[in-house]
């Protein structure tokens, strides 16, 4: 059983930066791929990054690479989303997620995930 809490989120200016966290429960933190997605309002749930149990392997969406860096400190058990030249299209809830299976390179889909986070806000005005 994963437990995730996501923080960090806020309103920016567009070109501005948010950093999110994602703390998790649970002694087996170390051993799951972590993922970040996002929903706007009227949209389905879409992929944002995610990143294997030891970080080997990091996948970016299109639309956040080369400004988004996710990272993780498994001894804190936390997952981190750097957001940087933020547009107002990354306006939307995120969610941090982890799969069922430990050290299990999942896909990008969001049913392959089975534990998430309450979520956390990010607006980006322009």
């Known amino acids: 059983q994963v437990q995730l809490v996501e923080s960090g989120g806020g309103l920016v200016q567009a070109g501005g930066s948010l950093r999110l966290s994602c703390a998790a429960s649970?002694?087996?933190?170390?051993?799951?791929?972590m993922g970040w997605f996002r929903q706007a309002p009227g949209k389905e749930r879409e992929f944002v990054a995610r990143?294997?149990?030891?970080?080997?392997?990091?996948t970016y969406a299109d639309s956040v690479k080369g400004r988004f860096t996710i990272s993780r400190d498994n001894a804190k058990r936390t997952v981190y989303l750097q957001m940087n030249s933020l547009k107002p299209e990354d306006t939307a809830v995120y969610y941090c997620?982890?799969?069922?299976?430990?050290?299990?390179?999942?896909?990008?889909?969001?049913?392959?995930?089975?534990?998430w986070g309450q979520g956390t806000q990010v607006t980006v005005s322009s």
């Open positions: 997620a982890a799969p069922a299976g430990t050290y299990s390179l999942v896909g990008l889909a969001p049913y392959e995930y089975i534990y």
């Open positions: 649970g002694r087996t933190f170390s051993s799951y791929t």
């Open positions: 990143i294997s149990w030891s970080g080997f392997s990091i």
